[in-house]
């Protein structure tokens, strides 16, 4: 069982910045990969970064050049920071864990909303 907790979400202007945090806790061995996920209301769910546990980071186009990923091992904590934030980036961003067989295990989400 992994446990993962996301924060850091909130309101920001419009180039502005935020950084998530995943906190995992639980059985995080069994951890293949941290996932981040974005759903807009009205929009398809949207992959937009992950980091498997070799540290490879992967970004989707919409975000490459202003999204990055990092992790503190120490804390069982991936971050996703944020910068050049667009209004178009607001969403409930989720971390999710890529468990292989056992499936997939989601943060409870948190909101980002850029205004223009």
């Known amino acids: 069982q992994v446990h993962l907790v996301e924060s850091g979400g909130g309101l920001v202007q419009a180039g502005g910045s935020l950084r998530l945090s995943c906190a995992a806790t639980g059985s995080i061995s069994r951890i293949i990969a941290i996932n981040w996920y974005r759903q807009a209301p009205g929009k398809q769910r949207e992959l937009v970064a992950s980091m498997t546990g070799g540290g490879t980071p992967d970004y989707s186009d919409s975000v490459k050049g202003r999204f990055s990923l990092s992790r503190d091992n120490a804390k069982s904590t991936m971050y996703l920071q944020m910068n050049s934030l667009k209004p178009e980036d607001t969403a409930v961003y989720y971390c999710?864990?890529?468990?292989?067989?056992?499936?997939?295990?989601w943060g409870q989400g948190t909101q980002v909303t850029v205004s223009s």
């Open positions: 999710a864990a890529d468990l292989g067989t056992l499936g997939d295990s």
